[in-house]
């Protein structure tokens, strides 16, 4: 596949920004979305955000932004998958560009880290598996990081594709 905003495994931000731009006014205009956006580059990663640390957020704010935010953010996510297909990125690198709206992903962040440790200590206590609800793969490794180093326990996904779960085993245990 082509990657033309990937050389020697690394992401040429500018040119990805200036195709992103291009992308974002062409897609907002056709839309008729009231919305203005800010890119941001991040060149170093602090602590708390280490589950997930985009090189490139697009952070949406107008009077559309709650449009972008209903049914779990739906619509955000559906406008940061055409961007990444739009910019003919691999998979590999889509961990590098996130959208945000009214710090929807933070809030998302501390939404599953909670629910990775409540999951936990559950498991720990019943020492019965504990299954989520299908996730998107970032939400995935979110849980999967968070319950790395918990004891107790250990990390699976099943399922394929949009159904896909991650389930929570007590250790030692299939």
Excluded: C
Excluded at 24 to 50: G, K, N, P, T, W
Excluded at 93 to 109: E, K, M, P
Aim: hydrophobic share 40%; aromatic share 8%; charged share 30%.
């Amino acid at each position: 596949m082509l990657q033309p905003f990937v050389q020697d495994g690394k992401i040429d931000r500018v040119a990805l920004t200036a195709e992103l731009r291009r992308f974002l006014d062409l897609a907002l205009a056709s839309a008729r979305f009231e919305l203005a956006y800010e890119i941001r580059l991040r060149d170093s990663v602090a602590a708390e955000d280490a589950v997930e640390s985009p090189e490139v957020e697009v952070v949406f704010r107008g009077r559309d932004q709650d449009l972008l935010l209903e049914r779990n953010a739906e619509l955000l996510q559906a406008l940061e998958y055409i961007a990444l297909r739009w910019l003919r990125l691999d998979p590999h690198f889509y961990d590098h560009v996130r959208f945000d709206s009214g710090g929807y992903r933070a809030l998302r962040i501390e939404e599953l880290k909670l629910s990775a440790r409540v999951a936990a200590e559950r498991v720990r206590e019943t020492r019965q598996p504990f299954r989520f609800n299908p996730m998107s793969s970032r939400e995935r490794r979110i849980i999967h990081l968070v319950l790395k180093e918990q004891p107790g326990v250990r990390t699976a996904s099943e399922g394929v594709g949009e159904q896909r779960q991650v389930i929570v085993y007590p250790a030692g245990k299939n």
